[in-house]
C-alpha cells in the first residue's frame, strides 16, 4: 500500500479543497520520500526520518478531519488547522536544521576517509613525482589515456597521485580530472563515498522541507478566513 494511513471513512471535505492533492500526497510514502528523503537511502537518519513521516502523516489526517467537526464553526475549523500547520511547520524546520547539520558532518567524515587512504602520504613524494610525470605524458594521446586509466584503477599509488595532485599537473581538465577522482574514491574507499553521497543527498532533501511547511499551511486553512476570523475575535 502507498498510502500511509487511509483517510478517514466517510470524510471527503477538505477545508481548502482546491489543496485536497497536496493533502494527500502529504500522507503517501512516495511523496514524502521524494520531499524529505527516502530512509533506506539516509541511514544514519533513518529513524528520525521516519517518525517525521508518521508525524507528517497523522497531523495531515487531524488537520482533513477537521472539515468534518460539527462541533465548530467554518472558521474554527480553519483556525485549528492553522494551529496544527504552525506545529507541523515547527517540527519540520527543526528537523530541517538538524539533517542540514548531520549532511555536512557526513560528508566531512567521507572526506576525511577518502583522504586517509588516498592522500599524499609520506616517503611516496619521489614515487608520486614520478608518476605525475608519467601521467602527463599519457594523456596527450587516446592510447595513453587508456594506459592512465587502466593504472590508477588498480594501482593505489597511481589512484593516489591522482587524487591528490590538481589537475594542471597531471595535464588534464578538471572535469575530467574530478571524475576519476570520484572514481579512485568509489574503488579504493567506498566506505568514504558512501558517506559522501549520503551527506550530499541528505542535505540537498533539508533545503526542500521549507517548501513543505508552505505546502501544509497552504493545504490545512485558508489564510484569509483565519485573518478575517483573528481580526473580529474578542477575547472575555
Known amino acids: 500500500m502507498n498510502k500511509i494511513i487511509g483517510h478517514a471513512e466517510g470524510n471527503t471535505a477538505y477545508l481548502v479543497p482546491a489543496r485536497a492533492n497536496i493533502m494527500s500526497n502529504l500522507r503517501t510514502v512516495t511523496w514524502l520520500r521524494m ?5 533506506s537511502k539516509l541511514p544514519s537518519v533513518k529513524a528520525e526520518l521516519e517518525n517525521l513521516f508518521a508525524r507528517v502523516s497523522d497531523t495531515t489526517q ?7 467537526d460539527r462541533t465548530r464553526t467554518k472558521a474554527q475549523q480553519h483556525m485549528a488547522a492553522k494551529t496544527l500547520a504552525r506545529g507541523l ?3 519540520l524546520r527543526r528537523y530541517a536544521e538538524i539533517f542540514g547539520k548531520k549532511g555536512a558532518e557526513l560528508q566531512n ?4 576517509v577518502a583522504d586517509r ?3 599524499p602520504h609520506d616517503n611516496y613524494g619521489y614515487l608520486q613525482s614520478e608518476i605525475r610525470g608519467w601521467i602527463r605524458e599519457q594523456v596527450k594521446t587516446p592510447e595513453g589515456m587508456q594506459r592512465v586509466s587502466d593504472a590508477y584503477k588498480s594501482d593505489l599509488q597511481t589512484a593516489s597521485t591522482l587524487y591528490s595532485s590538481p589537475h594542471f599537473l597531471l595535464g588534464m581538465s578538471a572535469q575530467l580530472h574530478t571524475s576519476m577522482r570520484l572514481k579512485a574514491v568509489e574503488l579504493f574507499a567506498p566506505t568514504g563515498l558512501d558517506l559522501l553521497s549520503e551527506g550530499i543527498e541528505l542535505e540537498a532533501k533539508a533545503k526542500n ?6 505546502d501544509v499551511h497552504g493545504a490545512y486553512y485558508n489564510a484569509e478566513l483565519v485573518e478575517a476570523a483573528e481580526a473580529s475575535r474578542v477575547e472575555v
Do not use: F, H, N
Open 89 to 91: 511547520s515547527s517540527d
Open 117 to 119: 587512504i588516498l592522500g
Open 62 to 68: 487531524k488537520a482533513q478531519m477537521l472539515a468534518a
Open 209 to 214: 522541507y521549507e517548501k513543505v511547511v508552505s
Open 35 to 39: 520531499r524529505l528523503g527516502d530512509p
Open 109 to 112: 567524515d567521507g572526506q576525511a
